[in-house]
């Protein structure tokens, strides 16, 4: 199977930068994109950015000139760089990733989410 876990959250206050980590490790043949996914309580999941594999990059108006996706293909890693926090930013930040296993299949994986706040 394929394992995402996410790293580097925090509390930051308005205007500050974070920066978030994506490792994937497991039965991965390629990975086709990797995403980052904010999720503020009682929202549903959003697409903040993403990334394929030959560095195409896509970006949430909300986020853009702040966010910057990045991925290194041979440690399997997705970070983003966030920058200019508002509180609106203050969400479970989830990554995901569209992986073809060793095994052929495809499939989307999961994992378990980070904490952002933006406070004072």
């Known amino acids: 199977q394929v394992q995402l876990v996410e790293s580097g959250g925090g509390l930051v206050p308005p205007g500050g930068s974070l920066r978030l980590s994506c490792a994937a490790s497991?039965?991965?043949?390629?990975?086709?994109?990797m995403r980052w996914h904010p999720q503020a309580p009682g929202e549903q999941r959003k697409l903040d950015a993403s990334i394929s594999s030959n560095g195409g990059t896509n970006y949430a108006d909300s986020v853009k000139g702040r966010f910057t996706i990045s991925r290194d293909n041979a440690k399997k890693t997705v970070d983003l760089q966030m920058s200019s926090l508002q509180p609106e930013d203050t969400a479970v930040y989830y990554c995901?990733?569209?992986?073809?296993?060793?095994?052929?299949?495809?499939?989307?994986?999961w994992g378990q989410g980070t904490q952002v706040t933006v406070s004072s």
């Open positions: 995901s990733s569209f992986v073809q296993t060793t095994t052929g299949n495809v499939n989307t994986y």
């Open positions: 497991g039965s991965i043949a390629f990975i086709v994109n």
